[in-house]
């Protein structure tokens, strides 16, 4: 789809990171060393994978507010998003470091991650620019929460759309989650807001938003609208690094949305560019252009596994 002059922009406010890669055998349990392979870096954060998400998925014009440190880490942050065509809006922390992130990639696919936030953690509740032509604000939990809640609360009295991803996993006061129109979670982040007894449905009908999205990894997703529900099951790929499949999912989703596509639309959307965002290596670096997300959703029909989804939600197919 082509950008017209009056698609809503996405407005994502986040975290940016640079991500230390190394590949094993496997993740390192507590006390154990692990002899790695190749080291490499890219460009990382939860705010600046979706950012560059959305802006790749096309159609409506990405901006983001991040924080970066005044060091060599910051470059390759900015350069990326610049690359995929998203407007920065920088505030820049002379005393602070870029945000880094240690990832550890077993050859399963599996990560275990740690990030120290720096610059990040700097970012304030009267940071959010000016909203003018923003449809839609994309948060998520790398940044101070009490600046989270500040932005949702001005976008809300703006009119803008809030989605949350909620991400990485904490407790949310119910003030901000009713601040929320779209939630997007994993099951362990859903866990966390709401419990787990093993139903699913009856755990998106707890939160306090009028449209949750659960994300199942390789079985695909489920999305409560309403009182509605809707399933989408992912798309099989050979899964070399699922870093980023979450943060690739929510910036095409949100873009998707931002051009007015309804949310099964916008659902299959995110998860043709997630699973093809676990077929290469890195986060930025495996986010889909439009033209690769439009090939496979033409080439595959509906994703297979929609009973074994189905199942796994508690519904009849
Ligand atoms: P997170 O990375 O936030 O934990 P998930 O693992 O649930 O999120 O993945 C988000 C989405 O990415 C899924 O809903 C799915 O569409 C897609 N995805 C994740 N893993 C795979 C996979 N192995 N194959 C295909 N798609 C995947």
Same mark, same amino acid.
């Given at each position: 789809m082509t950008e017209s002059p009056a698609a809503a922009a996405v407005l994502v406010a986040g975290s940016a990171n640079l991500d230390f890669v190394v590949r094993a055998a496997h993740i390192p349990a507590p006390g154990e060393t692990v002899l790695g392979r190749d080291f490499r870096t890219f460009p990382g954060g939860k705010g600046a994978n979706q950012a560059v998400a959305a802006a790749r998925a096309g159609g409506a014009p990405t901006r983001m507010l991040l924080a970066l440190g005044?060091?060599?880490?910051?470059r390759p942050l900015e350069d990326s998003l610049r690359a995929a065509g998203v407007s920065l809006d920088i505030r820049r922390q002379a005393a602070l470091p870029t945000g880094v992130a240690f990832i550890c990639l077993a050859d399963g696919a599996e990560n275990a991650i740690t990030v120290a936030p720096g610059a990040n953690a700097? /970012?304030?509740?009267?940071? /959010?620019?000016? /909203?003018?032509?923003?449809?839609y604000l994309l948060l998520q939990l790398e940044t101070p929460l009490d600046s989270v809640a500040a932005y949702a609360a001005r976008a809300q009295a703006a009119g803008v759309r809030v989605v949350l991803?909620?991400?990485?996993a904490q407790a949310l006061p119910e003030a901000l989650l009713r601040l929320i129109d779209v939630l997007v979670v994993n099951e362990g982040e859903l866990a966390m807001l709401v419990g787990d007894d093993g139903d699913l449905i009856a755990a998106l009908a707890r939160l306090p938003v009028p449209c949750a999205v659960v994300t199942l990894g390789a079985a695909g997703c489920m999305a409560r609208e309403g009182e509605a529900l809707h399933l989408q099951p992912a798309f099989p790929v050979e899964a070399v690094?699922?870093?980023?499949a979450g943060d690739t999912f929510c910036g095409a989703l949100v873009a998707a949305l931002a051009r007015g596509d309804a949310l099964p639309v916008a659902l299959r959307d995110a998860a043709a560019a997630s699973a093809l965002a676990c077929s290469a290596l890195g986060a930025q670096s495996s986010v889909p252009a439009r033209a690769q997300v439009q090939a496979l959703l033409a080439g595959a029909g509906d994703a297979p596994g929609r009973a074994a989804l189905a199942a796994r939600c508690g519904l009849a197919a």
């Open positions: 005044d060091d060599a880490h910051a700097a /970012l304030a509740p009267d940071d /959010l620019p000016a /909203l003018d032509g923003v449809g991803n909620a991400a990485p690094d699922t870093t980023g």
